[in-house]
């Protein structure tokens, strides 16, 4: 053993959105769409701008990833998993 611990993500609980992306000018579409989907999902008890721009920056970063070096469309979704919010990432 290397211990190192094979971690898994949790079950899903739901998806809160999904976006479809062919081309990196969408990016900007991306960020103000996964801002506006946290601002309906969040609960006030949490740093609401802090949260809406960690999570609006990994989206595309990870997305513009997806775009540059893999194959189109990349697919992103905001998932909500045993309280957590979740950005997956899946390109072609």
């Given at each position: ?30 960020r103000a769409a996964v ?9 006030v008890t949490v740093d ?45």
């Amino acid at each position: 053993m290397t211990g190192w611990e094979v971690r898994h993500p949790p079950g899903i609980d739901e998806e809160i959105a999904r976006w479809t992306l062919n081309q990196p000018p969408e990016l900007q579409t991306l960020r103000a769409a996964v801002r506006q989907a946290v601002l309906r999902r969040v609960m006030v008890t949490v740093d609401v701008a802090d949260l809406v721009e960690r999570l609006m920056i990994v989206a595309t970063e990870l997305a513009g990833n997806a775009l540059r070096y893999g194959r189109s469309p990349t697919v992103v979704a905001l998932l909500r998993a045993d309280g957590h919010l979740i950005v997956d990432v899946v390109d072609q």
